[in-house]
C-alpha cells in the first residue's frame, strides 16, 4: 500500500493479523517518483511504526487507492493542536524554606517546522521539563519566600525565554507559560496566617490607643469647659448673693432704728448656716444631721460665728 503525505512517500505491507508489517521509507521528490537507494526496515513495534508512518504534516494525509487514512488523519490533526502540560518541583528557598511550584506550559508544533519538530526531538515533554527545571533552580534558591510570591511573573518571563530560544530550534512554539501556585510547607504557611494575624492586631491596637486617646482628651476638654461655665456660674451666684446681702444690710437698717451693718450681717451669716444645714440634709446620702437642738445653742453659735468674724478682724488690722 502506498501512503502519500504532503511530499513524503511511505509504502507499508501488513499480513492477516496486522502483528507485522514491513516499512519502506524515503523522502521522495514531488512527483512521487522511487529512487534507487530505499532504505528498509522490518518491526514489530506499533510504536516505531506510529512514529514512522504518521508525522505531524499540514499536507493532505492521501492513500494510493484515493482514501484517506482515519488514524493517520487523527494523530496528523492532535500533534498540531496546543498542547497543555504542569510540571511540579519542590526546592528550598533562600530562607530555608521548602516550597512546592506548579508550572503550566502551553506549546504546539510551528506547522512550517513539523518536519523539524518530529524527526529531531525524541520526546519533547522532557526536554522541555529539563530546561525548565533549570531555569527555576538557577532563581528560585536566591530568593526568600516574599520574594518567590512578588517576582513569580519575572520567573515565568525567564523560562519563556530560554524555552522559546531552544524548543523554535525544533519546532516548537512556546505560547503561554503560568506559575500557577506556590505551596509552602504546611508549617510555613500556618506560621504566615500567625504573622499576619498579629500583625493586624497590633495595627487594631495601634487604632483602638489613638480612639481612646482621642476619647480621654476630649472628656478631659469637656470636664474643664464644665469646671469653666462652673466657675463663671458660681462667681455670678456669689455676685448675686453679695448683691442681695447688700440690699438686705441697706434695708434692714434704715427700717431698724438702732442696728448696725454689723448686726445685720452677723444675723444673715447665722441664716446661712441654717440654709446650710438644711441643704445637707436634702442631699447628702446620709439624711440625718446631729446639730444642737437646745434653745441656747442657736445663741452659741450666734455667738461662735460673731467671734470668728471678730478674730478675722483683728487678724486683719494686725497685719
Known sequence: MQITVG??????????????YTTLSKNLPPNNAQPNNIQKRKTTNPTLFKRFAAPPFYGPVVISNGKRSPRLSSWYG???????????????????????????????????????????LQNPKE???????????????????????????????????ELEKVMGAYGYNIEHILMVDIIPDESVRKAMNEINTAQRLQLA????????????????????????????????????????????????????????????????????YFDTIKDLGNSSKNTTVFIPHGPGHVRDISDQIRNGLMEADSAKLNV
Open 78 to 120: 492532535m500533534l498540531l493542536i496546543y498542547e497543555n502540560y504542569y510540571y511540579k518541583f519542590v526546592y528550598i528557598l533562600q530562607d530555608n524554606v521548602f516550597v512546592q511550584m506548579l508550572c503550566s506550559i502551553q506549546y504546539r508544533v510551528i506547522k512550517e517546522n513539523a518536519d523539524d519538530a518530529f524527526y529531531e
Open 7 to 20: 511530499c513524503h512517500s511511505f509504502t507499508e505491507t501488513f499480513d492477516s493479523s496486522l502483528s507485522k
Open 205 to 272: 491596637s495601634v487604632y483602638k490607643g489613638e480612639a481612646e486617646k482621642v476619647l480621654q482628651v476630649k472628656k478631659a476638654e469637656g470636664e474643664a469647659e464644665a469646671k469653666y461655665l462652673g466657675g463663671i456660674g458660681v462667681a455670678r451666684q456669689r455676685q448675686a448673693i453679695t448683691d442681695g446681702l447688700r440690699e438686705n444690710i441697706l434695708n434692714f437698717s434704715h427700717k431698724v432704728e438702732g442696728t448696725s451693718a454689723k448686726e445685720v450681717m452677723d444675723l444673715i451669716m447665722i441664716t446661712q
Open 127 to 161: 526536554q522541555i521539563q529539563a530546561y525548565v527545571f533549570d531555569v527555576v533552580r538557577a532563581l528560585v534558591p536566591r530568593m526568600t519566600l516574599d520574594e518567590l510570591f512578588e517576582q513569580k511573573g519575572e520567573i515565568a518571563k525567564s523560562v519563556l525565554e
